[in-house]
Each structure stands twice: as structure tokens, then as C-alpha cells.
């Protein structure tokens, strides 16, 4: 199973802290860094320096790392137009060497839309949105040099575009959540990658047999689909350990063992052995809260990660 290392920066980092975690993770060995898409924090503290945009930070860190796999969970779809984040997403890619991968989402959270005077449509017209730029983005992105790119939608509308310019290779594209039709519907046609965010495996299994149900209505290989799962994690080499981290970042531990990945490595491994065998994921994304803990993620990549290998 891959580790790939998730953070949330709109409950309060620079660039600077998330560059940090980014570093070590890749020293660490993990697979990827990603970070969240929110200009607004949730919950309890003050998300000071305040909100960091999700591919400028990719930016910078495309050129300050040098080979750990980058991107987000998820960007959201509301806050930018798709031609635009197709150009964006694929300098991005460019200035990485090939190492971005794009998880698109609906957009949710309204409170930070209004915050900074993004339009929140209806969850029916923001999945429509949604749909139309999945299908613009990958349109832009495999339109051959040379040859331009029209698209006529409800809500966007493209004409000879030169689609420009082209990602270094091909970028996964990941799709994610819980909603019962639209969603699964969207990742058979359009996903590499199906990811689900802090549920429990009960529904995990129920939600990637929805996707398997729905590429097989379109006569698509599910197994093309790589599954994975994203937990927050709080491990430590002792109970103490555990719960001086779970106290670091606000939450308790009997809950965490219960909502995410908590306890000694053992105790870890042993959980993410039994999501693997229950939903059959092979990538699971760590949330990590405490971003000024680097010796949290060196610890998990030391004794948990090697067992999951293979």
C-alpha cells in the first residue's frame, strides 16, 4: 500500500511550513504530498497566516522538491474557470517534471465562498459545472499540438481553443466523495483515481461498488480505477505519544482509533491491513494536522510504512 502524505493549510500554514512537511515526506520516502483546496478555515483557532492557494503552493513546490508526487484533494471546481486551471494545472506539471496529479471536486464549504465573494450555486447546477469542466480539462489536455479545441456546454463555452499548453506527460485525474449517482457516474467516465475522504469502511465498500457498477455500464474496466482512502492519522510509540498528539491537534484518541488511524505503529498497520482487505484500496492518504511535528511523518515512514509494502 502507498502512503501519501495530506494537509490541510487553511487551518493555518505559510508556504514555508508546507514546503517543510513537503521535504521530509520526500526524504521519508512517501509517495506523494497533497493538500487540501479551501480558502477558509473550519472549526476552532484563528488559521493564521491565513489561506494559501492550492497551485500556487504547488508551484513553488514543483521547483522546491525535486521527486515526491504532487497535488490536491480536491480543487475545487467553484473557484476557478476550467481553461484557465487547465493552463495552470499543466504549467504546473511542467515545472515538476511530470509529477502533478488533479483531484477535482464540486466545491462544498459555502461559508468560504462567501467569505471571499465566490458565487455557491445549487448542489444540482455545481455538479453541472462540475461535469462540464471535467470534460473541458481533459479535453485541453489530450487536443493534439496543432489542432484546437470547441466545446459547447450549459455553463462554458470554448471555441478553437489552441489548447495550450500540454501537461508533461498525462495527469491522473482524481474524483472522490459519497454522492450515490453523479458521483460514481463521473469517476467511471473520467477518474484514475477514486478517493474517499473520512468515512468508514462500511460505506467505503458500498461507494466503490457503486463506481464498479457504474463503469461497468459503460463498459469500462473498474480495475483501471486505483482506490484509496483518505484517514487522519495520530501515531505514536506509546499511549502517551498518542495522546500528547491527538491533544496537539484538538481530538481524542478513543475517537480517532475509531474515525481515522490511531495508536502504535502496530495498532496502524493492523487497520489499514483491514481496509486494504475489506475495500480493497491500495493507497491511503494521511492527514496530518500538526504540521510543525516533522517527526511524526519521519516516525509513521520509519515503522509503519515498511510493513505495508509489498
Known amino acids: 500500500m502507498e502512503l501519501r502524505i495530506f494537509t490541510e493549510p487553511q487551518q493555518g500554514a505559510s508556504y514555508d511550513d508546507l514546503l517543510a512537511v513537503a521535504r521530509t515526506a520526500e526524504a521519508a520516502g512517501y509517495d506523494a504530498f497533497f493538500r487540501s483546496d479551501h480558502y477558509l478555515k ?18 513553488g513546490l514543483a521547483r522546491d522538491t525535486s521527486s515526491i508526487r ?5 480543487t475545487a471546481a467553484t473557484f476557478r474557470h476550467p481553461g484557465p486551471l487547465a493552463i495552470s494545472v499543466a504549467q504546473v506539471d511542467r515545472m515538476s517534471g511530470g509529477r502533478v496529479e ?7 464549504y459555502e461559508e468560504e465562498h462567501t467569505a471571499y465573494g465566490l458565487p455557491f450555486p445549487s448542489t444540482g447546477e455545481r455538479f453541472d459545472r462540475y461535469a462540464e469542466q471535467l470534460e473541458v480539462i481533459t479535453g485541453l489536455w489530450r487536443t493534439p ?3 484546437t479545441y470547441s466545446f459547447q456546454g450549459e455553463h462554458y463555452r470554448l471555441t478553437d481553443s489552441p489548447a495550450l499548453p500540454k501537461p508533461a506527460g498525462r495527469i491522473p485525474v482524481l474524483i472522490g466523495g459519497t454522492g450515490p ?3 460514481p457516474a463521473l469517476a467511471a467516465k473520467y477518474a484514475d483515481e477514486f478517493n474517499l475522504p473520512f468515512v468508514d ?3 467505503a465498500v458500498e461507494q466503490f461498488g457503486r463506481v464498479e457498477a457504474a463503469c461497468a455500464a459503460i463498459g469500462r474496466d473498474p480495475a483501471e480505477i486505483t482506490r484509496s482512502a483518505a484517514l487522519v492519522v495520530c501515531v ?20 480517532l482509533r475509531e474515525n481515522g488511524l490511531a495508536g502504535t505503529p502496530a495498532e496502524v498497520v493492523d487497520r489499514l491491513g483491514t481496509w486494504r482487505e475489506r475495500t ?23 515503522e509503519v510504512a515498511p510493513a505495508l509494502r509489498g
Do not use: C, N, S
Not at 42 to 59: E, K, S
Not at 70 to 74: D, R, V
Open 42 to 59: 473550519m472549526g476552532d483557532g484563528d488559521g493564521l497566516p491565513g489561506p494559501t492557494d492550492a497551485w500556487i503552493t504547488l508551484a
Open 236 to 255: 505514536g510509540r506509546d499511549d502517551a505519544e498518542v495522546a500528547r498528539r491527538a491533544a496537539a491537534i484538538g481530538r481524542e484518541v478513543d475517537e
Open 181 to 183: 449517482k453523479r458521483t
Open 201 to 203: 469502511a462500511d460505506k
Open 145 to 147: 499540438v496543432g489542432e
Open 280 to 302: 480493497g484500496i491500495t493507497r491511503a492518504y494521511l492527514q496530518v494536522l500538526d504540521l510543525a511535528d516533522l517527526d511524526h511523518v519521519e516516525f509513521i515512514a520509519a
Open 70 to 74: 504532487l497535488g490536491t484533494l480536491m
Open 102 to 108: 488533479f483531484g477535482l471536486g464540486a466545491g462544498w
